[in-house]
């Protein structure tokens, strides 16, 4: 128990609320959640979790199994129109080389495991669902809800994702975010229905969990791109189809809107029939517009620190996003765990800055202009970020990439920042 118990209000919860919450319940604090949805179970989507991520999950007794965990082995890059092998990797030996493993989740299933993880603790954290916050006053540490009731807490945490309206808060100014002229057409098939098409099974039949992406790139006009791979267990095919946004997908908000069936039938009409058989019959297609925001200055201003997809929005290039939340989350723990005082707090959300912002904004900006020049990449990493990089021709997955995000131990790189 820390010497002075606080009494921390968590703003959302998605993967970065319900995370920050188990690590500052168990850091000893009292944790009120607000959380404007009613948890609805969201459909058609997928994540990859790096051994930089599952190893803070393997520490909090995470139950991998409930959560149908699918072990991260091969990536396949097929051409779309021939079905040539253009490349092919293993990656058998992660847990060996990084401590921890790489996992496949259907998003639900991770949200799902990080709630029980958080009702098993005692006392149990109060989760508010259904509860808009309105506004924050970073100073004295209030959140107005939006049926006009004002809560005074000693530490807020904002994770209220992409979308964040607090950011502004923090920062002293709104930041809307940037959107990527590319789209995302996103759903699940049942893996039994692909087995059963000889088609669409002869890419999934007895092989290992991974990627299978089909790219098709034509001279003069932006490519088009299936990435494919197993969630649940194997029960779930995620597919998610990136093509340039179209007219009428421009004004999208969120992640969940009903995509036009007839603009994803025409872009998957340009692929070989064997690949369009794996989006055959899909019901729930939804549609998602990529978007990303350019590395924050701070992320903490007086009583108040952004976390997830608030501080850090980035595209989903190396899969870091919902790692990077789990490495917030333990570096408020570590932060958070001896406090002998609630006028300590200011000091040590700056103290977050400085562990946090060099590493996610290397991060943002790798997966953000990962397609644009590599020096002019590097060199904008290197003024966020003094340590070794990956070099320019290392590629999404390479062993540099896996080095630089896998290695990394928050709980050790939080320990050594209160030590010195
Ligand atoms: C297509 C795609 C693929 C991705 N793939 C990967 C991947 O493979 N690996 C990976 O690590 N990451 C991936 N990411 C990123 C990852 O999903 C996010 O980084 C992560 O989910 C962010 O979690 P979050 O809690 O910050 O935000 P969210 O999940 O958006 O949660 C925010 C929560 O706040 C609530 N909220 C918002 N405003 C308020 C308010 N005013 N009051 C109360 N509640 C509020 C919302 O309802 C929501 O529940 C991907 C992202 C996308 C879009």
Redesign the pocket.
Known sequence: MPTRQLDVGI???????LSAAIALSKAGHVVSL????RFRNETG?????GPN?TRILTRWGFDFDKAGALDYISMRRIRGDSLELDSEETFSDIKEQYGDRWLLFH?ADLHAGLKALLEAREPRPEINLG????DVDVDEGIIKLGNGEEIKKDLVII????????IAKVIGRPYPVTKSPMS?Y?FLQPMDRILANPEAGQFYKDRPAGFTTFYKTEVGRPGLLINTYPCRGGKLLYV?LVHPTKPAEKGLVG?DSPADVDNFRADAKDFHPAVQAVCEGATDIKV?T?MWRDPLEKVSAGKAVL????AHLML?TH???????LEDAVGLNVLFTDVSSADEVSSKLQQFDELRLPRVSAIQTMSNKMMGPPDKMISEIKRYYGGEIPGAKDKTFSKGYNDFFFLYDIEKEARKAVTT
């Open positions: 703003i959302g919860a998605g993967i970065a609320g607000y959380e404007k949805s989507a997928a994540i990859i979790i991520g998003r509860v808009e916050v309105t994770a209220d994702g992409a979308h964040s309206e607090l995302m996103r998610a992640w998602y990529q976390i997830g997809d608030a989903p899969g870091q996003g919902a790692a990077m939340a």
